[in-house]
């Protein structure tokens, strides 16, 4: 049997019954609809879904504050996990959001708890550099700050906000 052919493209209004659908299996605290529509409604984010065979398998909002870009949810339906999905997600990320000189600054909470995540936040050049007490509101759990940066991209954290040191 082979894969279906998955399609990133931007995130439409029609899409979001499908996108509620996969955030109420992927996540203890999904979105609500409201969220969707409010990040959909920025001019400055991006906000993208994964398409197989017409269904979307997966999403990504990240919204734009100044100059540091805030990915703010990414999401993989969790039949389908593991399979390149959010890869192929972050992938159109930066390239959505880099002006050709790789500076875009990115950043983004995770649970410390979800290894996979974060293994691949890292495989894509982010870097521990905090915590957020508390950031969970379904258990209390602190989140992760992970950042990605020129200085994370070369193993360090001097060009990450509020953060002194080297990795």
Not at 27 to 55: I, N, R, Y
Not at 141 to 148: G, Y
Request: charged share 25%.
């Amino acid at each position: 049997m082979t894969s279906p052919t998955l399609e990133i493209r931007r995130l439409t209004y029609s899409d979001l019954p499908q996108v509620v659908a996969v955030e109420r299996r992927a996540f203890p605290t999904p979105w609500s609809l409201a969220m969707f529509v409010l990040e959909l409604s920025k001019p400055s984010g991006v906000c993208l879904a994964a398409v197989a065979d017409e269904t979307v398998v997966g999403h990504l909002i990240c919204s734009r504050y100044d100059t540091v870009w805030h990915l703010m949810n990414i999401a993989v339906d969790p039949d389908l996990r593991r399979r390149g999905i959010a890869s192929a997600l972050l992938r159109a990320l930066l390239e959505r959001i880099d002006d050709g000189s790789g500076s875009a600054q990115l950043t983004l909470e995770v649970r410390p708890t979800n290894e996979a995540a974060i293994a691949l936040y890292e495989r894509f050049g982010f870097r521990s550099a905090g915590t957020r007490p508390r950031y969970y509101q379904d258990n209390g759990e602190d989140a992760l700050i992970m950042w990605r940066t020129r200085a994370t991209l070369a193993g360090r954290l001097d060009d990450i906000p509020n953060v002194s040191g080297a990795a």
